[in-house]
């Protein structure tokens, strides 16, 4: 396994989630999913902390110090993790937020199954560990957006007639 490769993809990962959930973030009109966009973006950018200090201690030939990342994502409400309720009312036109809750689905999903093929293939058990626990981390984040897609993909179809019916 090449880990400067691996370090330098899952960085690029981290970024780019960072990036979407920020303007997700500014660019929504509904409260609830600001303030949760924004946590996205903030875990997001922790994680490429993380990945940052390892991936230059690796670089030195340093011992890399494995931070303690916590799953400290909560969705409490699992009906609609990350818009506030009112929002299913007026899906009309909300193009901007239904791309954003698609792009950061398909990010999450190539972020948690890469980071579970590099907890497979590194060698080291406390690295296994620090990618394993990445991989479970940007799970919880696609869960949340997947439950939310399928909450409010119904009503977006029908409210921008994309469906006959």
């Not at 922790?46 to 991936?55: D, F, I």
């Not at 990350?82 to 901007?96: E, P, Q, T, V, Y």
Request: aromatic fraction near 14%; charged fraction near 35%.
């Amino acid at each position: 396994m090449d880990l400067k490769k691996a370090f330098e993809l899952a960085m690029k990962g981290e970024i780019e989630g960072r990036e979407l959930y920020s303007i997700a973030a500014e660019k929504s009109e509904d409260e609830k999913a600001k303030k949760v966009f924004a946590f996205l973006a903030k875990e997001e950018n922790s994680h490429l902390e993380a990945l940052t200090n390892m991936y230059h201690s690796f670089l030195k030939g340093e011992v890399m110090t494995l931070p303690k990342l916590s799953r400290l994502v909560t969705f409490n409400d699992a009906e609609s993790p990350i818009f506030s309720r009112d929002f299913k009312g007026r899906l009309g036109g909300r193009h901007f937020e239904m791309s954003a809750l698609s792009i950061g689905l398909k990010l999450e999903q190539d972020s948690f199954q890469y980071y579970e093929k590099i907890s497979n293939e590194v060698g080291e058990n406390r690295l296994r560990d620090f990618f394993k626990t990445l991989s479970a981390w940007e799970k919880d984040h696609y869960d949340a957006l997947y439950k939310e897609l399928e909450y409010l993909e119904d009503d977006y179809f029908r409210e921008n007639r994309f469906s006959p019916f």
